[in-house]
């Protein structure tokens, strides 16, 4: 493990290092795939930008609302960062609504953007999923496996270089399939492949969250998700059949 890298006198953390490095290359390849669609690239930079701002505010808001009673007493105590005290589900929908509005105001192909969006969402995957092995984060479950790691004493799923993995075969699908039959298709093609990702590797986390009798919150979620871009692709291709069939009479 690495949980810190020196850059001559200064000590950087390196989860949080490598989680800023893979949001800029995420934006850096997306921006590139936006302009091969005929976007211009600025606006992934600028999009990016704003929705990670509106991100960690709404996280941070969220959480704060989510635990009022210990706020209340001292509002100023809301103004502290810490990564324990995030909403990630509110910063997420903040990040979306304020990139959605971001695309309409200037009038910017929501479906083109998100297809650029995929290969570096694919990429951020790959990056972040490192810095998260080096640094110690999101540890996997315990196992004797042979390529198992130690931390700590404890031999244990190197869940992180998993989903790395994942994220390089991802991204790797995404490349063979450059053409689009419609606008949309590469975003729900990563949704369903990185949704199956998580379906199966879930699994491998130490400390998955559970609800219900048993069952893992992110592996129903992966579920739906996939449910989902399966119907959209369905959609899609039945209604760009139709429309061939009609062309042709």
């Known amino acids: 493990m690495l949980p810190t890298i020196l850059i001559g006198p200064v000590a950087l953390p390196t989860y949080p290092l490598f989680l800023l490095v893979a949001y800029w290359a995420g934006l850096w390849l997306a921006a590139r795939q936006a302009e091969r669609l005929g976007l211009d690239g600025d606006h992934v930079y600028n999009a990016g930008l704003y929705g990670l701002l509106a991100g960690i505010i709404g996280a941070r808001l969220g959480f704060v609302l989510a635990h009022w009673e210990n706020y209340a007493p001292n509002l100023m105590q809301a103004l502290s960062l810490s990564r324990s005290a995030l909403s990630p589900g509110a910063g997420l929908i903040t990040a979306g609504l304020v990139v959605l ?82 606008p949309g298709f590469t975003f729900w093609c990563f949704v369903i492949l990185y949704s199956l990702s998580r379906l199966g590797l879930e699994i491998f986390r130490a400390r998955p969250y559970i609800i219900g009798d048993g069952y893992l919150a992110v592996q129903i979620l992966a579920l739906m998700a996939i449910v989902v871009g399966l119907a959209v692709m369905a959609h899609n291709f039945s209604r760009n059949s139709s429309t061939m069939s009609s062309e042709s009479l």
């Open 101 to 182: 509005i971001y695309l309409q105001r200037n009038q910017v192909p929501i479906n083109d953007f998100l297809d650029a969006a995929a290969y570096g969402a694919a990429l951020a995957i790959v990056i972040a999923n490192t810095g998260a092995f080096l640094g110690g984060e999101a540890l996997g479950a315990v196992t004797t496996l042979p390529w198992a790691v130690e931390i700590t004493g404890i031999t244990r799923h190197p869940v992180q270089l998993y989903e790395s993995a994942a994220g390089l075969l991802i991204l790797g699908i995404l490349f063979l399939i450059r053409s689009r039959p419609w």
